[in-house]
């Protein structure tokens, strides 16, 4: 990052022991959310020496089914944040959709990104994709702006460059910088710029937990989403 001095705010490597399917508050992963319709289990979950394996129709985030927080810091949109994974997938696949991505905790099931200037039900809010894996050959990092009537919403999105073909299967940094001052979102994959767009200015509005789940392009190919560390950073 040039000219942007960051300082630490959390330094994780996830692991089947911090992942909860309650509602407690108590631990750092959340299987399951407040959209899910499925009753989530322990199955989709396993540890190796590398890290945390999340099997295909599994996901685990830092907020709970109730859309409270965990032990976990929420990122700030206010200051800005930077966030990088090191994760891999142990089979290449269009069909894998391995996904990295983070949603403000105000978007949840009581609506508190409602914006009352709209009407009552109005939604407005950003989601910011680090990578998601099965839409081109490389990463795929994209932020988009969400807004309208539930459950009508409407959504625009950044155009995407074409990537550098990535080997999926072996450890790569995913990683991305929300600039609320500059309003954009950079994205880059082990150190090397991958795209820079600009960014919705509701963004700033919320705080933000991130989601990890190996998702499918619709064949339901089995695949495990293995995850070795998360790192996250604000401006000083």
């Known amino acids: 990052l040039e000219n942007v001095q960051l300082k630490a705010l959390f330094t994780y490597c996830p692991k089947l022991g911090d992942v909860s399917i309650g509602r407690d508050s108590t631990h750092n992963l959340f299987a399951g959310q407040w959209y899910d ?6 199955g989709f979950y396993s540890q190796t020496a590398e890290g945390l394996n999340i099997e295909l129709g599994g996901s685990v985030s830092t907020v709970n089914m109730s859309s409270k927080k965990g032990m976990l ?19 290449d696949s269009m069909d894998h959709w391995p996904a990295l ?14 914006s009352f200037s709209y009407g009552r039900l109005y939604q407005h809010w950003m989601e910011l994709d680090v990578d998601e894996g099965g839409f081109q050959s490389g990463m795929f990092g994209t932020v988009i702006e969400w807004q309208g009537n539930h459950p009508d919403y409407r959504k625009s999105q950044n ?3 074409v990537a550098k073909d990535l080997d999926r299967t072996v450890f790569h940094t995913f990683s991305a910088y929300y600039d609320p001052v500059k309003g ?4 880059w994959v082990d150190g090397e710029l991958h795209n820079k767009v600009p960014a919705p200015v509701i963004g700033s ?8 789940g190996a998702q499918t ?20």
């Open 37 to 42: 319709r499925k009753k989530p289990t322990f």
């Open 73 to 91: 810091p929420l990122l700030p949109g206010s200051s800005g944040f930077y966030i990088e994974f090191l994760a891999r997938i142990d089979s």
């Open 101 to 114: 991505w983070l949603n403000p905790i105000e978007h949840n099931a009581k609506e508190d990104d409602r």
């Open 159 to 161: 155009k995407h460059p």
């Open 184 to 187: 954009s979102v950079t994205w």
């Open 205 to 212: 509005k919320y705080n933000y937990y991130f989601t990890m």
């Open 217 to 236: 392009h619709g064949k339901n190919e089995p695949y495990k989403l293995i995850v070795k560390r998360v790192r996250a950073f604000v401006p000083m």
